[in-house]
């Protein structure tokens, strides 16, 4: 594994524009991960964008407003590919059934992402995290400009629902983000308001109901600091989990039942996450397992799912690793 710097990156994608390109992103791909796959995929000659499972429902829905269909996305690693660009995750592990594809590629394989890194033990392993960035689109939107790549009306508005999703309703942002959506904005000509539209997804009425019901049925503690709200969900725990935070929790968990498997949603509020040295996404990697789950994500939104039957026991686990982090901080 090797660490570079911006130019190096540069020159890594640069040389390898007519090679054949295998690009793919973490487990249960969201917005920024697929979109910024498939705006990445336009600057080679060869590539194909593969998801390692799924791609979350959001990012699908958002997707098919800028054309483009869960169908366009493989679910085939190619290891006869030269080489592997590996966006929105800093591991292996978290890349669901093509962990160990990737550790036994024989190619280069580059990653490209916003958060801090972690050590891989892999040669010909070329690391490039950057947290100035907000999300992995942005830091494909940069590659391709300093190429000075012509940025298509499709890739500029994919691009934009990959830079806005992470951004936490701009929490997040740094002032290469608001550039940035300012050039893309340009090119589709269009209004802030009109892409947030567009992302947005107004559940039917009886959905919202549910939601509303499942807030009302949630709980309340206090983990250090930090206000908690959790709960069970009817259907969505992503949905409840978010409006949760939106409604002034710190931190919030809820979990669904889909027949004999659970789904588990957990969100933090910005920057709480730094604060406290908080990472959801770990979190839930490291809980899902103890009951029979699978979990990941982004240090303030992250999920868990799997056949596991006691939602008791993750809550119990979550709230441990948690205390663990905020307890005694101020």
């Known amino acids: 594994m090797k660490l570079i710097d911006y130019e190096e990156l540069r020159f890594l994608v640069k040389e390898s524009r007519d090679k054949k390109v295998l690009i793919t992103f973490h487990s249960m791909g969201d917005t920024d991960a697929v979109a910024s796959a498939i705006a990445l995929s336009t600057y080679f000659t060869q590539s194909k964008v593969v998801m390692p499972d799924s791609i979350s429902a ?3 829905r958002t997707l098919r407003k800028a054309g483009v269909s869960v169908a366009d996305i493989g679910t085939e690693f190619d290891d006869d590919a030269d080489m592997v660009v590996l966006l929105d995750v800093n591991n292996f592990e978290d890349c669901g059934p093509f962990r160990f594809r990737l550790e036994e590629f024989n190619g280069t394989i580059i990653i490209m992402d916003h958060h801090a890194p972690k050590p891989v033990d892999k040669k010909d392993l070329y ?63 269009e209004d802030y308001s009109e892409i947030l539209q567009e992302m947005m997804h107004i559940a039917d009425p009886n959905a919202r109901a549910k939601t509303i019901e499942d807030i009302r049925g949630s709980k309340t503690e206090m983990l250090g600091n930090l206000l908690f709200l959790y709960g069970e969900a009817h259907s969505h725990a992503n949905i409840a989990a978010d409006f949760a935070i939106k409604l002034g929790a710190d931190l919030s968990l809820f979990y669904s039942r889909n027949g004999s498997e659970l789904s588990f949603s957990a969100r933090l509020r910005p920057p709480l996450d730094r604060r406290y040295g908080l990472h959801l996404g770990m ?24 056949p596991g039957t006691d939602p008791v026991a993750f809550l119990k686990l979550f709230r441990e690793r948690v205390v663990g982090k905020v307890e005694g901080k101020p």
Do not use: W
């Open 58 to 60: 959001n990012s699908a």
């Open 127 to 189: 690391v490039y995290n950057n947290e100035y960035y907000n999300s992995a689109s942005s830091i494909v939107y940069s590659v391709l400009e300093s190429f000075g790549i012509h940025v298509s009306g499709e890739t500029a508005k994919i691009l934009l629902y990959g830079i806005i999703s992470d951004s936490a309703e701009l929490r997040n942002a740094t002032a290469e983000t608001f550039v940035q959506i300012g050039r893309l904005l340009k090119i589709v000509n």
């Open 283 to 306: 979190v839930m990697k490291n809980v899902a397992p103890m009951v029979g789950c699978t979990g990941g994500g982004h240090p303030c939104a992250a999920g868990a799912y799997g």
